[in-house]
């Protein structure tokens, strides 16, 4: 399984992005599936995930500003991000789970700045 994340780029504070990761298989097959990022000089931390048994959760530091969503036709997840803040830039992945198999897909990076 392959995953493929899309949509980084450079914006301004209070801005938008969408990002989107396309997975070469069924999303269906997934235990559990969504996105995290890496700040510079910081840990991995996981942003927003999303599973049939447990519904979506949001880490506090993006609650009510990103959305994520799932396309089980297009076997692909979005990640709409709003009201963006400088401490949001970070490399962003999309990760994804199957029983003991774990999913990475490689980062997009997104930047806000002014």
């Known amino acids: 399984v392959q995953l493929q994340a899309s949509g980084g780029g450079l914006v301004q504070p209070g801005g938008s992005l969408r990002l989107s990761c396309a997975a070469s298989?069924?999303?269906?097959?997934?235990?559990?599936i969504g996105w995290y990022r890496q700040a510079p000089g910081k840990q991995r931390e996981l942003i927003a995930t999303?599973?049939?048994?447990?519904?979506?959760k949001y880490a506090d530091s993006v609650k009510g500003r990103f959305t994520f969503s799932a396309d089980n036709a297009k076997d692909a997840v979005s990640l709409q991000m709003n009201s963006l803040k400088p401490e949001d830039t970070a490399v962003y992945y999309c990760?994804?789970?199957?029983?003991?198999?774990?999913?990475w897909g490689k980062g997009t990076l997104v930047t806000v700045s002014s």
């Open positions: 990760n994804a789970q199957r029983g003991r198999l774990v999913y």
């Open positions: 298989g069924s999303i269906s097959a997934f235990n559990n």
């Open positions: 999303s599973s049939i048994e447990s519904g979506t």
